[in-house]
Structures are given as C-alpha cells and as structure tokens.
C-alpha cells in the first residue's frame, strides 16, 4: 500500500518561497508518475505539476516560471520548490502518486498572505 506524506507548508508573506516535500513508500518509487494538485477552499483541486517517472515535466500555466517540480529516487521524494508566492496560491497541496492506480497524501496548507 502506498502512502504519502506532505510536509513544508506554512504562512508565507506575498514573493515568498516555500519548498513542499512528499516522502513516497510502500512500493517502488521510481516506477511512479509523481505530481503536485492543490486545492483552494470551494474550488477543484487542480493540477499544480507533474513529473513522470522518466523525469518530463509539466506545469500549469499559474506554476510555471514560479515552481519546480523534483523528485529524488534515492530519498523516495518528490519536491515542489515554490518562488514570488502570491496570495492566490494560497490551498491545500496534495502529492499524487500514479501508475496502475492513484494514490493521495493527506495535503498540507500553504497561506500567503501579509
């Protein structure tokens, strides 16, 4: 059984910079397509960042230029290195593991604000 476990989230003020972290175990990790989604409070969770066990990566519009996407095998770790934070990136960050099924983390809550 895969599980997922979020980290790194907090109260960052506007053009700040905050790093996700999502500890993967429970099967192979490099086998997996990893992704970020978030969730703001009466909206869809949408897709942040994905990257592919091969290592491709894709961006939504709102991300790219602004965060990374990363992930480290060796650490079974998937990263999400956020830059020029702005308040309407503030929800719940989800990591998504995929491959013959998906998996979920239980999220972690990222607020900017002054």
């Known amino acids: 059984q895969v599980l997922l476990v979020e980290s790194g989230g907090g109260l960052v003020q506007p053009g700040g910079s905050l790093r996700l972290s999502c500890v993967f175990s429970g099967s192979i990790f490099s086998l997996y397509h990893m992704a970020w989604y978030r969730q703001a409070p009466g909206k869809q969770r949408d897709l942040v960042a994905r990257?592919?066990?091969?290592?491709?990566?894709l961006y939504a519009d709102s991300a790219k230029g602004r965060f990374t996407i990363s992930r480290d095998n060796a650490k079974n770790t998937v990263y999400l290195q956020m830059n020029s934070l702005k308040p309407e990136d503030t929800a719940v960050y989800f990591c998504?593991?995929?491959?013959?099924?998906?998996?979920w983390g239980q999220g972690t809550q990222v607020t900017v604000s002054s």
């Open positions: 998504n593991a995929a491959r013959d099924r998906a998996y």
């Open positions: 990257m592919s066990s091969g290592g491709t990566t």
